[in-house]
Structures are given as C-alpha cells and as structure tokens.
C-alpha cells in the first residue's frame, strides 16, 4: 500500500492486485502493483493483496471505485489476452476458480460478493486481467508478460484518469 491520495471527492479510488510472483505468470498482478506504484498516481491506492485476497476487504471502506488486477485462466480466451471489463457485465467470461489448486484460498469473485453483501463495494468495479495458462510455481513467465503488464498499466491508468473526472453525483449513479 504504497500510493494513497483522495480523488477531487475525497474519495480514493482502490487497485488491487492479486498474484504470486513465484508463479510463472501469476506474477502479472505484483508486476502491475510495482509499476503504478513508481508511478505514483494521485488519487489512487494501489495494494499488492499477493496471495491473500481476503484482506481486499480491508481496503473498501470508502473506496469511490475498484479496479481489481490479476492472471485468470478463462476457457476460450487466450494466453496472453489481456481484459478490461466491467465486473458486473453479463459479457464478463467464466473464469476457473480451482480451489484445491488455488494459492488464494478464497476466489475474488467470492471476496466481491461478501464484500457486496457487507454494502463495502464500490458501485464501479474493474476487472484488469491476463489470461494465462495455469501457474506453476518456479516456472519462467512467459516472453508476452511484460506486453501485458504495459497494457494492463495504461487500462488502469486511464480508467483512474476517467473515474477521478466524474461528478459525485456521477459516481453514485
């Protein structure tokens, strides 16, 4: 949690990112983290969660918006595909969630439907994503990650730039 300034609203808007940086390409989400952080965004909180996607809940408490990062694995995309969608769209692909094999424990989209169930989700929530093969710990990243990461970082960035520019009364609608 390096970067933590309020938006024009006094709001700030939150990015988390999810991953293990021992992982191959599950490191997307950290390797995104490092660099909005040496960017220093203002009006951004950028949290690495790294493999405990619990504490997201810790950090909604007056959040004006969420953009979550992370690697996915989602049949029918591929590799190295990077989406940027809104959470709540129908549009939004299945994303597999092996739990036994997970180094989250608990799914995001679980930590989002107890954080909904509290009334501690933002009302904009962002899914920034890899979609990569599943990880396995000590294997090398692949040669697209850091295209991704790029990528992934300016998606983020501008949807930052676009939500701090809303009205309050925009961003409650």
Known sequence: METSEMDDHGRAILVA????????????????????????????????LDIRPAALLDYLPGKS??????????????PGEVLDIDWFSPDRPGLVNDDTMSTHGLSIAMQLDLADRLGLLPKRVRL?????????VGQPSSDGLPGSVELAVSLVIDRANGWSNLTPEQQHA
């Open 17 to 48: 990112t999810c991953g293990n940086v021992m992982a191959s390409d599950d490191a997307f989400g950290p390797l995104v983290a490092r660099e909005l952080r040496r960017r220093g965004l203002p009006g951004v909180e950028v949290v690495d």
């Open 65 to 78: 918006g969420l953009v979550l990062v992370d690697a996915v694995v989602a049949p029918g995309l591929e």
């Open 128 to 136: 920034v994503a890899a979609c990569i093969e599943p990880a396995s």
